[in-house]
């Protein structure tokens, strides 16, 4: 049985809906409705993908668009393409260094790579792979000592820019993995292990993984590697009662760029700017944690409005195209986030499947600007799009 992703894989992936029921097909229910699964009834996950309908595009062909331009500039450094890969946790769980995996896939194709908090690697292991740039997802923790004990780690191992994320105050109440029963590492039912035939090549990649995912920015030297104590004492970090002191505080330690990831409300966008923020990130995270907030690309435009400008806006949430990408720059955004798409890439083939999503946005993205008869994504605005009433 091979190590690697099924032949014929990149004729059957061509769109990342299809990488999507691939994902599906290859990994057991738990393991992908812990990626693909949002909170409660999941009607802010549903909101995401659907917020792009609300817009159409609007061509004009003869404006001539014969060369086309994707690149754009953050934070000094050149992207080849404004999509990132956002951060997502254990994503080791889905393809054997799937962190290292899925960072070398985005270096290769030249967009940042963001390392979560909860990944399987240290942060130290991934910035050995050399990928650059890379950024470092971070939380307020109730141990303000182990934030800036992170912090100074992130500063050490060279990372590029760092992504306070806000949204996580506490755990989201996610019902798929309550109905899955799922945990780390994944525990399968009878019923489910009788359905594990299609999921063999999975279990065989990781047969050598699953007793050793784990935490590993939560690992302390001479601790046992408990993932279940450690994902107590993760759950016992979170802090509802973090505050814009400890934003500010955090701007000072750390020597770089820095983003705010979870920004809905206009008027926290403005306070950013006050608190030295160097870049927001519109997010719901991804559907995961309050149901019932708005898609991330509903509040993209009074975000916009509030900072007019004054530092970058990124989105993430529900981007699924090409065309949602032009549609959320149109919109006012520098660059958008994946986060589900490159755990379907890795879940197939790894870090060529990774670099496949990536590149399924490239092409995208450039036929959709050709289509419209732009020849830059600069050249972006609403008047591109039409709002449907």
């Known amino acids: 049985m091979s190590n690697g992703p099924e032949p014929g ?47 159409d595009l609007l061509p004009r062909p003869l404006n001539g668009a014969a060369d086309r331009d994707l690149s754009v500039t953050l934070f000094g450094r050149p992207m080849t393409m ?38 399987v690697c240290p942060l ?10 890379r950024w470092m997802q971070i939380f307020i923790y109730r141990d303000r000592t182990f934030t800036r004990e992170l912090t100074a780690r992130a500063q050490a191992a060279g990372y590029d820019a760092l992504v306070l994320t806000i949204d996580n105050q506490f755990l989201g109440n996610r019902e798929r993995d309550i109905r899955n029963g799922f945990t780390i590492p994944p525990r399968f039912t009878l019923k489910q292990a009788f359905g594990m035939a299609t999921r063999l090549p999975w279990l065989f990649r990781m047969r050598n993984e699953l007793g050793r995912v784990t935490f590993g920015n939560y690992v ?16 016992s970090l979170l802090d509802p009662a973090m505050s814009w002191q400890d934003v500010e ?69 529900g981007i699924r195209r090409g065309a949602d990408v032009v549609k959320a720059i149109a919109l006012g955004a520098t660059a958008v986030l994946v986060g589900r798409p490159q755990l379907w890439g890795l879940s197939v083939a790894g870090e060529a499947g990774v670099f496949h999503m990536l590149e399924l946005f490239r092409r995208e993205i450039d036929r959709t600007l050709g289509l419209l008869g732009k020849s830059r994504l600069s050249d972006l605005s609403r008047d591109d799009l039409l709002e449907r009433r």
């Not at 951060?87 to 963001?114: K, M, N």
């Open 9 to 55: 894989w990149k004729r059957r992936a061509y769109s990342i809906a299809a990488l999507r029921q691939m994902a599906r097909s290859t990994l057991p229910r738990p393991v992908f409705d812990f990626a693909d699964g949002g909170a409660e009834d999941e009607r802010t996950l549903q909101r995401n993908e659907t917020a792009f309908d609300r817009y």
């Open 82 to 119: 404004p999509v990132i890969i956002g951060p997502t946790g254990l994503a080791g769980l889905f393809w054997p260094e799937g962190e290292q995996a899925a960072a070398r896939a985005a270096a290769a194709i030249g967009v940042p790579y963001c390392l979560s908090h909860g990944s």
């Open 124 to 133: 130290e292991t991934l910035a050995e792979t050399g990928a650059s740039p």
């Open 220 to 235: 302390r030297p001479g601790e046992v590697n408990n993932i279940r104590a450690l994902a107590g004492r993760m759950s």
């Open 249 to 317: 505080a955090l701007r000072a330690q750390w020597k770089g760029p820095m983003l705010l990831k979870g920004v809905l409300h206009p008027e926290e966008a403005r306070r950013a700017l006050s608190s030295g923020i160097d870049g927001l990130i519109v997010s719901n995270h991804g559907g995961r944690q309050l149901d019932g907030a708005p898609a991330s690309l509903q509040a993209l435009p009074s975000v916009v409005e509030a900072v007019a400008g004054s530092v970058p806006i990124l989105i993430d949430g």
